[in-house]
């Protein structure tokens, strides 16, 4: 089972000891010491806090992932410990890594900073007072140790939808890290009404969210209603999108999109832009669904959704079994009876 905290650490090696002359016996382990700096001298020109966010955009109810760390800039070890906590003298048996006490080790013992337009003093009402002794911590000259964990379980208010700024002052405030934004959203899926059933597309939001919104733009304008797919070619693809019907149209404000390229592979029910035959820059209405999987289009086209469920990639298989002439145009019209929004249903995942 994953741990509920990822602990993460990258050591450096730090001079404990001096080289001794011939002849000395006094054991390596007694050799002195490097001073530590501590929080009390100048413990602000010697560490760095940064926080990450492996996520900017984040759907609403899943888990919101920061990462905590902190870099030793200096030639010396560091010697790190909660302001205002008791000092244990055992060693920390957590594993390597940033304990969560230190995560929470600004003034009166909060951890983030955590603004919002409809919330913003969240971070101000979550302390963590220490209820045990916590081991300081030394960190070896130009080392680096972190956490990471879901910090929407200590400040809940993140399940909802907003754009959060989140900023770090660990050690009582004698540092302040950079400030990561994160948007979380109430992601959308798209569903697809034909003659042969209903389809749902999935938003991959996270791999190209340009393609994202331009698609529930035209959705939501209804640009797609009464289209069709005017090409179908027997297990490679669908193609529609075209407001002319047959290839030659784009949006009706010439909007075009740069490619988001992305590592989501082109198979049976991935959903991509349409691109004219030698321009990057030239995605517009036009999609296609892949029938079969298709590895040379991976990186050359942008992936911006996926049909989701076995009932949809059902219709999907009875869609792509329609008769074509020559030119691989369906007989009988493949028509989008219409397109609709809807929330999307998103399954929480426990790690990340």
Not at 143 to 163: C, K, M, N, S
Not at 214 to 243: I, M, T, W
Not at 290 to 308: E, H, K, M, V
Request: charged content about 15%.
């Amino acid at each position: 089972m994953t741990s509920l905290f990822t602990l993460f650490a990258t050591l450096g090696l730090a001079l404990v000891g001096q080289t001794l002359p011939a002849g000395d016996t006094t054991p390596v382990d007694d050799a002195p010491l490097l001073p530590a700096i501590t929080p009390e001298s100048i413990l602000p020109n010697a560490i760095r806090a940064e926080l990450r966010t492996p996520r900017v955009m984040v759907p609403v109810g899943s888990p919101v992932f920061v990462e905590f760390t902190i870099i030793n800039i200096s030639d010396v070890p560091v010697k790190l410990s909660v302001p205002g906590a008791l000092v244990g003298r055992e060693r920390y048996d957590g594993g390597i890594g940033l304990p969560l006490e230190h995560v929470f080790s600004a003034a009166q013992f909060r951890g983030l900073d955590v603004v919002s337009e409809t919330n913003p003093a969240m971070g101000e009402r979550v302390t963590r007072k220490p209820e045990y002794p916590i081991p300081a911590i030394t960190l070896s000259p130009y080392a680096t140790i972190g956490l990471r964990f879901d910090v929407a379980r200590f400040y809940p208010g993140l399940h909802q939808a907003g754009i959060y700024q989140l900023t770090w002052r660990p050690y009582g405030g004698v540092v302040t890290s950079n400030t990561v934004q994160i948007h979380v959203v109430q992601y959308k899926q798209v569903v697809m009404e034909t003659e042969f059933g209903n389809v749902t597309l999935q938003l991959l939001y996270d791999k190209a969210p340009h393609h994202v919104a331009n698609f529930l733009d035209l959705v939501d304008r209804r640009f797609y209603n009464g289209k069709s797919f005017h090409l179908a070619f027997e297990n490679q693809f669908l193609l529609g999108g075209c407001p002319n019907n047959d290839g030659t149209g784009r949006r009706p404000d010439g909007l075009t999109l740069p490619p988001e390229f992305n590592d989501t592979p082109f198979q049976f029910g991935t959903v991509g832009m349409a691109l004219i035959e030698g321009d990057q820059q030239s995605g517009s209405s036009q999609f296609f669904i892949c029938l079969s999987r298709q590895p040379n289009w991976d990186g050359r086209y942008t992936a911006f959704a996926q049909i989701a469920g076995p009932q949809s990639l059902a219709v999907l298989r009875k869609m792509a079994q329609v008769e074509v002439d020559a030119e691989r145009h369906p007989k009988k019209p493949l028509l989008i009876k219409n397109m609709s929004i809807q929330d999307a249903v998103i399954v929480p995942r426990v790690s990340q």
